[in-house]
């Protein structure tokens, strides 16, 4: 009988440091795939910005000194990305081939101009930084024209703004509803022991001497379930980085490892925060209050 209510006890709390585990596992996880998604939702935004185009048009008196001067201004700008020098005939075979005729034949001359096709780097598309860069551009007298896509900069802008916002409102709200979750399992945990405690406290137990052994468990099982997680978002970022290479989401290696690190400090501060304000509380109560 005796031997039937021990193996009884041994999976009531084999399930209860399951549930625990399970549950740490889950919420770091989340938090996890979400800190990430932070990280690269940035370096997406910078690659989209970058993207965007700037064609600086020079005039046909523009000599070739001109523009070679220009270029190598452009690889010592500071906000220049990539550029590259398109010529007149470059862009003549290239019209050429969008529209599927040689327009030249007709006209009997090429009406295209030379020009450079810049990216900035993300810092400079703002409306202000494009400005002041177009305003120094424009002192140059053999330049004619600047184009980009000013609609597109305030857009990008503005929505990069607004997903900023919201993803650190979901972080935050999920930061709470963790901790929350972790501490209710350790709560829990911690409640199948109160008449053990109380007992130990009775025949003259200190509390921190009560507290350790519960609090050291619990870090245990929170590194248990944080380590857990930390391998789950690995085979995600090594699954993503497998199928999608392109996205580049394992170059940042020291900001992954960051965020993994992060994951695994979050589930032993939480676990030892939730076990110790829950011995705590069942320290502070009176006998008759534990049933």
């Keep these: 009988m ?60 523009a000599k070739d000194s001109t523009l070679k001067a220009f270029g190598a201004m452009l690889k010592e700008s500071a906000f220049v990305k990539t550029d590259t020098f398109v010529s007149k005939e470059d862009a003549a075979s290239k019209h050429k081939d969008i529209i599927g005729e040689d327009f030249m034949q007709f006209l009997g001359f090429n009406p295209l101009q030379n020009s450079y096709d810049i990216h900035l780097k993300a810092d400079y598309v703002q409306a202000d930084s494009i400005k002041t860069i177009e305003q120094d551009f424009k002192e140059n007298k053999f330049i004619s024209d600047i184009v980009y896509d000013k609609h597109l900069v305030d857009l990008v802008n503005d929505n990069v703004k607004k997903i900023t916002f919201w993803i650190l409102v979901v972080t935050g709200f999920l930061a709470i509803v963790a901790v929350l979750l972790i501490n209710s399992s350790m709560r829990l945990s911690i409640y199948s022991n109160r008449f053990i405690i109380k007992t130990m406290q ?90």
């Design 2 to 61: 005796a031997s039937s209510f021990e193996k009884y006890q041994k999976r009531r709390l084999i399930s209860s440091y399951f549930s625990v585990v399970l549950s740490v596992f889950l919420v770091l996880f989340l938090l996890g795939i979400l800190g990430l998604f932070i990280v690269n939702s940035k370096k997406i935004s910078n690659d989209f910005k970058e993207q965007i185009p700037m064609s600086v048009y020079f005039k046909d008196t």
């Design 202 to 291: 009775m025949v003259g137990a200190t509390k921190s001497f009560i507290r350790k052994p519960f609090i050291m468990r619990s870090i245990k099982l929170g590194m248990i379930g944080a380590l857990l997680s930390d391998a789950a978002i690995l085979a995600v970022l090594v699954y993503i980085d497998t199928n999608f290479p392109k996205l580049g989401i394992l170059a940042d290696k020291p900001m992954i490892a960051a965020v993994l690190i992060g994951v695994l400090l979050l589930g032993v501060l939480i676990s030892w925060f939730s076990t110790f304000f829950a011995t705590q509380k069942f320290l502070n109560l009176r006998t008759d209050d534990l049933y």
